[in-house]
Structure formats: C-alpha cells, structure tokens
Nanobody
Framework: VQLQASGGGLVQIGGSLRLSCATSGRTFTIYAMAWFRQAPGKEREFVARITRISDKTDYADSVKGRFTISRDSAKNTVYLQMNSLKPEDAAFYYC???????????WGQGTLVTVSS
C-alpha cells in the first residue's frame, strides 16, 4: 500500500486547509485510515481516523469540532478538512493506513501545515 499526502501550506489563524491522502496498491487490505501530526520538538500525535467499512470516525480532543476526516472510496482518497486553525495546529501531517485502528503499517510522507498570525 502506498500513500501520498498533499494539501499542506501556509494559512492564517482561523483559516482552513484540506489535506488529501491518495492510496494505491492493495487498498482492500486496509481497515482504517488516520492522520497524525508532529510538530518540531514534539512527539507524533493522533489527529483523526476513519474506518473503511462503516466510516466510523474518531478525533483527538484538540481538533474535535474543527477538523473533519472523510473518504472517497471511488478515488481511494482520504481527506482532512481543517477549519478554525490555531497556531498549535502547525505541524507535519502524516496519513497512515492499517489493518485495524490500533496498528498503522503504512505511512505517507508528511505535508507541512504552517499557521501564521
């Protein structure tokens, strides 16, 4: 399974961005897709996930109500709509795929989100 993340960029506080993660390969083996992020000097943290079969979603408390994860099965793409961005949202964002919601074996390259005042 290959993952290609895109959509990062520079946005002002309160602005919006939509990240995309295109998947290819043996995508039928994937049960869950997720977004993680890592800011400089900090550990990687979970942001959001979605399951392939039921579209069940989960979010980190820090992004609930502001971020929305979704998927387009026809395009094999997962999205992360980020609204009301805050400085603390600035980080490299990584998409990941796994056979369950706890283990992610496939990772895309990071896409950088910068939030400025």
């Amino acid at each position: 399974v290959q993952l290609q993340a895109s959509g990062g960029g520079l946005v002002q506080i309160g602005g919006s961005l939509r990240l995309s993660c295109a998947t290819s390969g043996r995508t039928f083996t994937i049960y869950a897709m997720a977004w993680f992020r890592q800011a400089p000097g900090k550990e990687r943290e979970f942001v959001a996930r979605i399951t392939r079969i039921s579209d069940k979603t989960d979010y980190a408390d820090s992004v609930k109500g502001r971020f929305t994860i979704s998927r387009d099965s026809a395009k094999n793409t997962v999205y992360l709509q980020m609204n009301s961005l805050k400085p603390e949202d600035a980080a490299f964002y990584y998409c990941a795929a796994g056979v369950n919601t706890r283990q992610y074996d496939y990772w895309g390259q990071g896409t950088l989100v910068t939030v400025s005042s």
